[in-house]
């Protein structure tokens, strides 16, 4: 067995309730995501609290293609969290306008 969980609609396991009791609790209700309690990741593979495995088809909403934990991306996340961890929209940043023209001249953008 691959430990892929098949199963629609999903049913969340024991570990799992616990958590979505909490976040039906105290979170805004602003949407209904799916009933699955995510632990971990590696790569494209995603494990939840009772340990069931599944394939990470969302990525992020397109903010998390890059897959769960690569070795180079983990490497470079902490030797920027060692100089500033993030910075708030409500203010500028060092990086960001260089960021910026990197990716308008990478797309060839003006």
């Not at 969980?5 to 976040?23: C, I, S, T, Y």
């Not at 593979?45 to 690569?70: I, S």
């Not at 961890?85 to 260089?98: I, Y």
Request: proline share 5%; hydrophobic share 35%.
């Amino acid at each position: 067995s691959s430990g892929i969980n098949a199963e629609w609609p999903l049913r969340p396991g024991v570990a799992q309730q616990h958590f979505l009791d909490k976040e039906d609790h105290y979170g805004a209700h602003n949407y209904t995501p799916i009933p699955v309690v995510i632990a971990r990741g590696e790569g494209c593979k995603l494990w939840d609290t009772d340990g069931k495995q599944y394939y990470d088809f969302m990525a992020g909403h397109g903010t998390l293609n890059q897959g769960h934990c690569h070795p180079k991306i983990l490497a470079a996340l902490h030797e920027q969290a060692g100089v500033l961890t993030l910075t708030s929209r409500a203010f500028h940043s060092n990086l960001l306008a260089e960021y910026q023209e990197y990716m308008t001249q990478l797309f060839g953008y003006d």
